[in-house]
């Protein structure tokens, strides 16, 4: 499996998945959540509240999937990052849980190519490095069948460097 970098707007690439860092309601948000909702339409939240009125929701760390509406992915794998406390409450094991979840979520309906975004990292205030780290490790040690690229997109450019940085010493 490939790993790449992209800076920019996640809801503007043509990939297989492209992987919201959802809140557990599925109702959208702000960050990532909100930009992916507005861009990908109302076909998006429908689905979410689909998911909501059979499950409840989305737990910490899990995934689920639904159309991706008007964005040119063809789905969006919808999944909950830990909210940062202090790292006493198990959130890289969560927060690794996400990537793991929505990398199966992505074998399961054949995915080639998978769009990340800096999970946890935003309102959830996850410190930026760390999450990298955990993240990078999580996708490496995931045993790939059908998904041959895994893209991490960085909207800024302290992610993108962080990203850059970690990916060459690796």
């Known amino acids: 499996m490939r790993i790449s970098l992209h800076r920019g707007d996640i809801t ?18 702000g960050g990532v959540d909100g930009a992916i909702h507005r ?38 794998i919808h999944t909950v990052g830990p909210v940062w406390a202090g790292g ?6 969560l927060l690794a849980s996400c990537y793991r979840n929505s990398l199966q979520r992505a074998e399961e309906i054949g995915c080639r190519t998978v769009a990340f975004p800096n999970i946890s990292t935003g309102v959830y205030g996850y410190p930026r490095r760390a999450a990298a780290e955990v993240a990078l490790a999580a996708v490496r040690k995931f045993p790939a069948r059908t998904v041959e690229e895994v893209i991490f997109v960085c909207f800024d450019g302290e992610n993108y460097s962080l990203y850059d940085r970690l990916l060459k010493v690796s």
């Not at 503007?12 to 959208?28: E, P, R, W």
């Not at 979410?48 to 969006?76: D, F, H, M, N, S």
């Open 39 to 76: 861009a990908g339409g109302p076909e998006i939240l429908k689905a979410c509240q689909e998911i909501r009125a059979r499950q409840g929701g989305c737990p910490t760390g899990e995934a689920v999937v639904t159309t991706a509406g008007q964005l040119p992915a063809k789905y969006v």
């Open 88 to 93: 006493t409450a198990d959130e890289a094991e």
């Open 12 to 29: 503007t690439l043509k990939v297989d998945a492209i992987v919201n860092a959802a809140n557990s309601s599925l109702l959208g948000g």
